[in-house]
């Protein structure tokens, strides 16, 4: 591709993430990839720096190295270039195909739309994946958070989020209003007076594709299970279209013995339906049920997919589960391509005091690992930060919901992570 860069270099000890089939998800990646990394605002200044440490080690404790390409965007973007999301950045990103953010603040003020969103947009990430499992050691307020391990894929790019909405008082707005109760035939269905109006787009294109990649996510990881979680009783022509389409994905692109579509699973048992023994079986749900089932049948849910809103709403409900932000790592996924982001923001009150938890932006480094093949080193971050929580080593948020934890420092947990990563090689 061989993008200009005008602020930043590309390493020249690195070589390049190349494309060996896009649709497929195939990468080649060589021993010292470059990979670009935004170290992010606010917390991010403390998170950043502290991941990077350990996703080295587990790097070279494998026999790897990572060439990193600093790349800038919200106050740093603007510091660098006086700009919130530099060219250099979105290409940085874009070239080497794998990254890794912090949190950015959206600054306040008209006329700014979310960084993240812009990001993910630009770049087509269109599933944003969120693993939930459970840390030995982790203060959580369930009675067996250790029975949480599931995968939520929550499409990115449609849905309410669209941004197609128009607001009260606007001529738009009553435009839209009279189209729907005039030419629609909605004439009752409005309450008179001001009002707002969204629309929720939901397409073929955007949930088989969506649906795709949790279906493959779930046979490469070895699940059992991906679950269509949607309000399809109520919202018929969006989630349940969801629903229906993939369902669709599920019976024709993959051979019954390798994922079966389970028949009218929102209503019916599965007791008496014949699966194929090894399939990963694919069953409908609704979301209002699930945020239930996942507190009560905990263990019953692997891999999940999801429109846009429900994926919001589900994945911070998992994650509160087994522990809350300073642990829940992310990342959005687009074809052969990757930025992996903790879930949490910016933290501005704890910014600066090498007090923030950097775990979430270190398991974020983890599934960016994962998803380019490192599994060694993947795993030897799990098992790294695993025994230091559980060691009773930990960052503030947790120390005060643990008496025999000591407190350290964003730094200093890191090191410990290290420390501990290096005795597991
Ligand atoms: P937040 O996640 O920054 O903070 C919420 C709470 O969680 C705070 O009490 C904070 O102290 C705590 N917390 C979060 N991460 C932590 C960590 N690593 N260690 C210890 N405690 C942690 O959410 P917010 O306050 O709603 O948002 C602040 C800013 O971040 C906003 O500008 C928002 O737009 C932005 N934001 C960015 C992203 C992103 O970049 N992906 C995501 C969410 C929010």
């Known amino acids: 591709m061989g993008y200009e860069y005008d ?17 497929a998800d195939e990468l080649s990646v060589p021993e010292n990839p470059i990979i670009p990394i935004i170290h992010g605002d606010g917390i991010g200044t403390d998170v950043g720096p502290a991941a990077q440490k350990v996703l080295n080690a587990a790097a070279e404790a494998t026999g790897r190295e990572i060439a990193w390409m600093r790349v800038y965007a919200g106050e740093s973007g603007r510091e660098k270039y006086d700009e919130h999301l530099p060219d250099d950045t979105v290409n940085a990103i874009d070239e080497h195909r794998v990254g890794i953010k912090g949190p950015l603040t959206t600054p306040v003020g008209a006329g700014f739309r979310s960084l993240n969103v812009a990001l993910r947009q630009t770049l087509d990430f269109y599933a944003n994946v969120r693993p939930t499992y459970y840390l030995d050691g982790v203060p959580s307020p369930m009675k067996a958070p250790e029975e949480m391990d599931m995968v939520t894929f929550r499409e990115n790019t449609e849905d309410v989020y669209a941004g197609i909405e128009w607001e009260e008082g606007t001529d738009e707005v009553e435009q839209v209003r009279e189209f729907v109760e005039e030419e629609m035939g909605f004439d009752d269905t409005m309450h008179d007076g001001p009002i707002g109006i969204g629309i929720k787009p939901i397409t073929e294109f ?6 795709r990649k949790a279906i493959d996510y779930a046979i490469e990881h070895d699940r059992d299970t991906v679950t269509l979680v949607t309000k399809g009783n109520i919202m018929k022509f969006t989630e349940g279209q969801f629903s229906e389409w993939g369902m669709e994905v599920a019976e024709e692109e993959y051979p019954d013995e390798e994922v079966f579509a389970v028949p009218d699973s929102l209503w019916e048992t599965t007791d008496d339906i014949d699966i194929p023994e090894d399939a990963v079986t694919v069953e409908e749900r609704l979301a209002d049920a699930m945020l239930q089932w996942m507190q009560l049948r905990t263990d019953e849910f692997e891999v999940m997919a999801m429109p846009n809103l429900n994926g919001d709403y589900l994945s911070d409900a998992a994650g509160a589960q087994i522990g809350g932000l300073g642990i829940a790592p992310g990342a959005n996924f687009g074809d052969a391509r990757v930025l992996a982001e903790p879930v949490h923001g910016s933290a501005p009150k704890r910014a600066g005091q090498d007090m923030a938890n950097p775990t979430a932006m270190i398991l974020s480094g983890r599934l960016m690992f994962d998803y380019i093949g490192w599994k060694d080193a993947a795993d030897l971050i799990r098992d790294a930060v ?11 948020d947790l120390a005060r919901q643990r008496e025999d934890a000591e407190k350290l420092g964003t730094t200093a947990y890191a090191e410990a992570i290290v420390d501990n990563l290096e005795d597991l090689a």
Not at 206 to 211: A, D, F, I, N, Q
């Open 386 to 396: 695993e025994t230091t929580i559980s060691g009773g080593e930990v960052t503030y």
């Open 206 to 211: 955007g949930t088989k594709r969506l649906v």
């Open 7 to 23: 602020r930043v270099e590309v390493p020249d000890d690195g070589a390049r993430i190349e494309v060996v089939d896009e649709e």
